[in-house]
């Protein structure tokens, strides 16, 4: 072996992750692609050779806190001037070479979708000084990028399963369509494979993922059937060695009957549904482009509670949308209050470039402000009354790991609620049985059965 052949596979590398499971995922990939490379994740970034942010856009803050995160990162530059930074993900691909300006430390701007040519373009960067910008996209060629199953962090007891990407439904506040481009649908045999290999190495859990994940509509050139996510579900529902089964980020709309008819219905498909409304006010959705309204909302709830009565549900929720009233938000208000969510990530409207709705008048940022207190508070009493009853109730749980309390191990429920309990380490990755004891805002307290 050559001597700059062992010296490469010796360089750490560090991915600092930014927003949400996709971008989580999209970093193991990283990780994964680059370990076949010859480089090493290093769980600090003064150990690293190369650090990547992988990062977000779909809010405001979190591009601030990249910013910093980019600043720290300079510091070290400082004193190795050999370490290489990279920016990439949504927010990368949303502002381009403007980086490379904005912050003259970084070497490398790539997006979601050229994270397959990372090592030819760090390959290049170690031998060169010269920076690289690579973001743009071929939606003929890009769905490539799928086919990257990471072997890396995964813990073994859940694993994600990219199932499609980009997202065609261009919500007025939301920048991934822009940034992730149409959607695109990854073959259903090759995720049935990947679940099968995943299960085979020991993960009970798949996650099924995708910016829109309910309106994959895959077709299968030999047979022409179309499959949809119902479709997957009761193929991977088969896999053997597979415990749980979940997806998200659901588009309401999509929840249609075959899909509702999977819960309950399929043994390892969880009784939990993350199903985001955005807004309880008519008015408010037709500004968003949601295409639905609130009654409707409602009767896709009814209809999974009608299925399963115990069914899990949270969502996620913007306050202080353009034009939002009070009376918009005294109707979100009811909603919540009527729906009774397990769970609810209320955001604070922030504009993002390209979308219609930056172009409107913004409301007062204090309004919005104190709305969100408002919301977060009542929602902060609502889960603590529906952990409450809980109390009592015998849980399948899926232990993850170690909880951040001594001596305590963290699991979940197949609703989705964290739950913490004394046990032993080795327990770590199996289902066991536990009853509550307490329940809290946030977790449950339990004790093995
Ligand atoms: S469905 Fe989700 S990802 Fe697609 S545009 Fe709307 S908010 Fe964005």
């Known amino acids: 072996m050559r001597e700059s052949e062992t010296k490469e596979k010796q360089r750490g590398v560090y991915v600092h992750t930014f927003g949400c499971q996709m971008n989580v995922h999209d970093s193991q990939k990283i990780l994964t692609l680059l370990s076949k490379e010859g480089y090493a994740p290093v769980k600090q970034p003064e150990d690293a050779d190369v650090i990547l942010l992988n990062t977000c856009s779909v809010r405001e803050k979190p591009e601030q806190k990249v910013m910093s995160a980019v600043g720290r990162y300079a510091q070290l530059k400082r004193k190795n001037p050999e370490l290489l930074i990279g920016i990439g993900g949504c927010f990368a691909r949303q502002e381009g070479p403007k980086l490379l300006k904005r912050a003259p430390v970084l070497d490398l701007v790539f997006g979601p979708d050229n994270i397959p040519e990372l090592p030819q373009m760090l390959g290049k960067l170690h031998e060169e000084t010269s920076s690289l910008v690579d973001i743009d996209f071929d939606p003929a060629e890009d769905v490539r990028f799928l086919d990257i199953a990471p072997q890396v962090l995964d813990s073994s007891t859940s694993a994600m399963v990219t199932i499609m990407k980009g997202c065609d439904k261009y919500c007025s506040f939301c920048i991934v369509p822009y940034v992730r481009g149409r959607e695109r649908y990854r073959s259903g045999h090759e995720i049935i494979e990947e679940a099968r290999k995943l299960c085979k190495s020991g993960v009970r859990e798949v996650l099924l993922l995708g910016q829109s994940v309910t309106s994959y509509a895959w077709q299968d050139e030999e047979t022409g059937e179309v499959w949809k996510l119902s479709t997957l579900l009761k193929e991977i529902d088969k896999v053997e060695g597979l415990d749980r089964l979940r997806f998200t980020s659901p588009y309401p709309r999509d929840f249609t009957p075959d899909l509702v008819n999977c819960f309950g219905a399929l043994p390892t498909l969880c009784e939990y549904v993350h199903l985001p409304f955005q807004s309880g006010s008519n008015q408010i959705l037709y500004r968003m482009n949601r295409r639905h309204t609130r009654e409707q909302y409602f009767e896709w709830v009814d209809a999974l509670r009608e299925r399963v009565p115990e069914i899990a549900l949270s969502a996620d929720v913007i306050v202080g949308f353009p034009g939002e009233t009070d009376a918009d938000f005294d109707d979100t208000m009811d909603l919540i209050e009527r729906v009774?969510?397990?769970?609810?990530?209320?955001?604070?409207?922030?504009?993002?470039?390209?979308?219609?709705?930056?172009?409107?008048?913004?409301?007062?940022?204090?309004?919005?402000?104190?709305?969100?207190?408002?919301?977060?508070?009542?929602?902060?009493?609502?889960?603590?009354?529906?952990?409450?009853?809980?109390?009592?109730?015998?849980?399948?749980?899926?232990?993850e790991g170690l909880s951040k309390k001594d001596g305590e191990l963290r699991g979940r429920t197949r609703g989705n609620k964290v739950v913490n309990f004394v046990g032993d380490p080795n327990l770590i990755g199996e289902l066991v049985t536990v009853k509550i004891l307490n329940g809290y805002a946030h977790s449950l307290r339990g004790e093995l059965v």
């Open 340 to 399: 009774r969510f397990d769970g609810l990530f209320s955001f604070m409207y922030s504009p993002r470039p390209y979308t219609p709705a930056a172009r409107k008048a913004q409301v007062d940022e204090r309004v919005s402000h104190t709305r969100l207190l408002k919301l977060q508070e009542r929602q902060r009493e609502i889960m603590l009354e529906k952990n409450e009853a809980l109390v009592d109730s015998i849980q399948e749980v899926l232990i």
